[in-house]
C-alpha cells in the first residue's frame, strides 16, 4: 500500500485566515481525495485532485472555499480558506490501492479555527 | 444518492462476548471497505470486499459482504478491550468512481 505523509497534523487558526495542508505519496497515483471529518462525524467527500486538470468538487463543497492543487502525481494541497469555526474539522487525503482496490488515509490535519 | 447505514451506532459489551453489526446500502455496488478509527487518529484498513459472498477474516473480526441484499456484517468475536474503537462501513459508487461514501460508525466500547 502507499504510504501517505499529511502535513500538518494539527493547527489552531484564527476566523478569517487560510490554511494549506499538504499530503505527499511515496508513490505515483491518477487520483488523489480529500475528506472532511467534522467533530464525532463520519467521513464526507470534498473533492478528488487529478494531476493536470481542475478538481472535481462534491455537493456543498467549492473552489473558492477549497482550493486544491495537484502538481504533479505524488503530491497534492488542500487550502481551507477564509476560515470559520464551522470549518474546525479533521481533514484527510486518500489514494487508491491498485493492487487490492483498497484505499489508504493520510494521518489526518486536525483543525481548530477560533 | 447511496446512502450507507450502520446499525448499531453505539456498542458497549463485555470482554469474551460475541456480537455482529451491520452495514445497509441503498445502491448497487460490489466494493465495501470496513476500517478502523481510534480517537484522533486517521482511518486504518481492516477489510476490502470486493465481490458476493466475500468473507475475510483478522483476528477476532470477520467480514462478509452480500451484494444482492445490500448488506454487510462486521462480526466480534471473543472481544476484547483493544478493540474499542469506531468501525466505518465505506461502499464505492457503481462504475469505479472511486468515490467512498461512509457509515455514521459505530463506536465500540469492550469493558473488561
Known amino acids: 500500500s502507499a504510504v501517505i505523509s499529511q502535513k500538518p497534523s494539527r493547527d489552531i487558526c484564527q476566523r478569517g485566515t487560510s490554511l494549506t495542508i499538504q499530503c505527499q505519496v511515496d508513490?505515483?497515483?491518477?487520483?488523489m481525495f480529500w475528506y472532511r471529518q467534522q467533530p464525532g462525524q463520519s467521513l464526507t467527500l470534498i473533492a478528488t485532485a487529478n494531476q493536470g486538470s481542475e478538481a472535481t468538487y462534491e455537493s456543498g463543497f467549492v473552489i473558492d472555499k477549497f482550493p486544491i492543487s495537484r502538481p504533479n502525481l505524488t503530491f497534492s494541497t488542500l487550502t481551507v480558506s477564509n476560515m470559520s469555526p464551522e470549518d474546525s474539522s479533521i481533514y484527510l487525503c486518500s489514494v487508491g490501492n491498485p493492487h487490492n482496490y483498497g484505499y489508504t488515509f493520510g494521518s489526518g490535519t486536525r483543525l481548530t479555527v477560533v | 444518492e447511496l446512502k450507507v447505514e450502520q446499525n448499531p451506532l453505539f456498542l458497549s459489551m463485555q470482554e469474551g462476548k460475541n456480537y455482529t453489526i451491520y452495514c445497509n446500502y441503498s445502491?448497487?455496488?460490489?466494493?465495501l471497505y470496513w476500517y478502523r478509527q481510534d480517537p484522533g487518529k486517521s482511518l486504518e484498513s481492516l477489510f476490502v470486499l470486493l465481490s458476493n459472498g466475500a468473507v475475510k477474516q483478522e483476528g477476532r473480526l470477520m467480514a462478509s459482504l452480500d451484494t444482492k441484499a445490500r448488506l454487510s456484517t462486521l462480526h466480534i468475536t471473543a472481544a476484547v478491550h483493544d478493540l474499542s474503537a469506531t468501525y466505518f462501513c465505506a461502499v464505492d459508487m457503481k462504475g469505479g468512481s472511486e468515490k467512498l461514501v461512509f457509515g455514521k460508525g459505530m463506536k465500540l466500547t469492550v469493558n473488561p
Open positions: 508513490s505515483q497515483v491518477t487520483m
Open positions: 445502491t448497487t455496488s460490489d466494493r
